[in-house]
């Protein structure tokens, strides 16, 4: 069964730039719905993007709209979130996620069959 695998966090200052990966792992996305969950501590995982399989719909979060933006190399199997203008309220646990659903309610986390193991952006001040 294929597996989201992130890549790319780390630590950046207010203002800066990360582009996440996600690869798939044991098996490939095809067909597969993309999100992009983040939770920071103490607080609930939260929606920050999504992308259907054809890359033609994208959703983001109201937080992240105009600052973050998702794409897919479906050649690739791999997801992408390269996030602008950082700031520390971004602060979190990116998670990664794959569902083959009917298009609606992917802003649901319970609608994610496939997590990845999350990796750690940390925006400083």
């Known amino acids: 069964q294929v597996q989201p695998v992130e890549s790319g966090g780390g630590l950046v200052q207010a203002g800066g730039s990360l582009r996440l990966s996600c690869a798939a792992s044991?098996?490939?996305?095809?067909?597969?719905?993309m999100g992009w969950f983040r939770q920071a501590p103490g607080k609930e995982r939260e929606f920050v993007t999504y992308?259907?399989?054809?890359?033609?719909?994208?959703r983001y979060a109201d937080s992240v709209k105009g600052r973050f933006t998702i794409s897919r190399d479906n050649a690739k199997n791999t997801v992408y979130l390269q996030m602008n203008s950082l700031q520390p309220e971004d602060t979190a646990v990116y998670y990664c996620?794959?569902?083959?659903?009917?298009?609606?309610?992917?802003?649901?986390?319970?609608?994610?069959?496939?997590w990845g193991q999350g990796t750690q952006v940390t925006v400083s001040s």
């Open positions: 996620a794959a569902r083959r659903d009917d298009g609606l309610h992917y802003y649901i986390s319970s609608r994610y069959t496939r």
């Open positions: 044991g098996g490939t996305f095809s067909g597969y719905q």
């Open positions: 992308i259907g399989w054809s890359s033609g719909l994208t």
